[in-house]
């Protein structure tokens, strides 16, 4: 079963940062956090992962709290080709496989 | 460079046939991942390869369903006596193993439909 809990959808304003939340309450101390999103018709996309520390590159950022409990995935200027299914997902560093949720699909509009 | 590709994009069978799909991975990349997705569901492991030795196999839904990469290169996922319930997507990955945080390539997936 996924070990994180997403909002089932979102909407977004072109031009505007768009934040997604993220709980992953059970987190261990080997486990990362994966952000991996899939645009209609297409496989998922690896966006940006972290342990503890913020993370950022040209795609977006990532913050994950104190405590690992929660994190958020930040596009800083959404566009409409950033309409897609976002999944956050925790990874233990000795598995190899990839567990999904049901993700946060997000709208970016007009 | 090329990414992961896959063929066919999509499969119409009768039930009861039997399924071939392929997954061409990026050229040296070690572990190759199978996935299944249903519709309007998140990707749902199936099995893993490591160059040719399959180490995970657990999610494989039935024994109707064996994968294969004989020589550490392109897989086949096959589906024997196929139902209606394996209709969704396949979707293969690949990546390069590094320290357990290598990130894995999908490609577009294979769109089965079981009439």
């Known amino acids: 079963d996924a070990k994180t809990t997403q909002p089932p959808s979102m909407d977004c304003a072109e031009g505007r940062a768009a934040n997604l939340p993220c709980n992953h309450s059970t987190i261990s101390g080997n486990e990362y956090v994966y952000w991996y999103r899939q645009i209609h018709s297409q496989g998922p996309q690896y966006i940006i992962h972290g342990l503890k520390n913020n993370e950022t590159n040209e795609m977006a950022s990532l913050i994950i709290t104190e405590d690992r409990k929660s994190s958020t995935l930040i596009l800083p200027h959404a566009t409409l080709r950033d309409t897609a299914v976002y999944y956050c997902?925790?990874?233990?560093?000795?598995?190899?496989?990839?567990?999904f949720g049901t993700g946060t699909r997000l709208q970016v509009f007009p | 460079g090329a990414g992961v590709s896959q063929s066919p994009r999509y499969k119409v069978a009768k039930r009861g046939q039997d399924v071939a799909l392929r997954c061409d991975p990026i050229?040296?990349?070690?572990?190759l991942f199978w996935y299944q997705q249903a519709l309007g569901q998140g990707p749902e492991f199936l099995t893993y390869?490591?160059?040719?030795?399959?180490?995970?196999k657990s999610g494989l839904p039935s024994d109707r369903f064996f994968a294969e990469r004989p020589e550490g290169s392109v897989s086949t996922l096959k589906i024997q006596r196929t139902q209606q319930e394996d209709s969704a997507v396949y979707l293969c990955a690949s990546s390069f193993p590094g320290q357990g945080t290598d990130t894995q390539y999908f490609g577009p997936g294979t769109r089965l439909t079981v009439l």
């Open positions: 997902i925790v990874r233990d560093i000795n598995t190899d496989k990839l567990i």
């Open positions: 390869f490591q160059n040719e030795a399959q180490l995970d």
């Open positions: 050229s040296g990349h070690v572990s």
